[in-house]
C-alpha cells in the first residue's frame, strides 16, 4: 500500500511562510491525486488542496487558503509540497498528505491512504 510521510511542519508567526513536503512510497503509480488536509483541535478535518498525477496544473484549493497557499508535485521524486504563506493563527492545524486513485475530491472520504500528519502551529 502507498505509505505517506509528512515533514516540514513548526511553529511560525503570522505572516510567515512554511512549506511542508509529503513523501511517497509504495505503489505510487495508484495515486492519481495527491491532496493536503488539515485538522484543528475539536474541528473535523478539512480540505486544502489537491493536485492530479497527470498534470501539475491541475489544482484546486479551498477558498479559504487560495492565494496564500500553493501545492505542487515532483513525480521524480514522489513527493508533494505545500508552500504556505501569509500565514494566519486560524491556519494553525495538524496537516495531513492523502492519496487517491480518483480525480480530485475535497472530501477526505475520497482518499485511500493518509499519512500520519504534521503540526503547523501560526502565532499571532
Do not use: H
Not at 509504495?26 to 489537491?50: C, D, H, I, Y
Not at 500520519?116 to 499571532?124: A, E, I, Y
Amino acid at each position: 500500500q502507498v505509505q505517506l510521510v509528512e515533514s516540514g511542519g513548526g511553529l511560525v508567526q503570522a505572516g510567515d511562510s512554511l512549506r511542508l513536503s509529503c513523501a511517497a512510497s509504495g505503489p505510487t503509480f495508484s495515486s492519481n491525486v495527491l491532496g493536503w488536509f488539515r485538522q484543528a483541535p475539536e474541528k473535523e478535518r478539512e480540505f486544502v488542496a489537491f493536485i492530479r498525477r497527470t498534470s501539475s496544473s491541475n489544482t484546486y484549493y479551498a477558498s479559504s487558503v487560495k492565494g496564500r497557499f500553493t501545492i505542487s508535485r515532483d513525480n521524480v521524486k514522489n513527493t508533494v509540497y505545500l508552500q504556505m504563506s501569509s500565514l494566519k493563527p486560524e491556519d494553525t492545524a495538524v496537516y495531513y498528505c492523502a492519496s487517491g486513485a480518483g480525480w480530485g475530491s475535497p472530501l477526505p472520504r475520497e482518499y485511500e491512504y493518509w499519512g500520519q500528519g504534521t503540526q503547523v502551529t501560526v502565532s499571532s
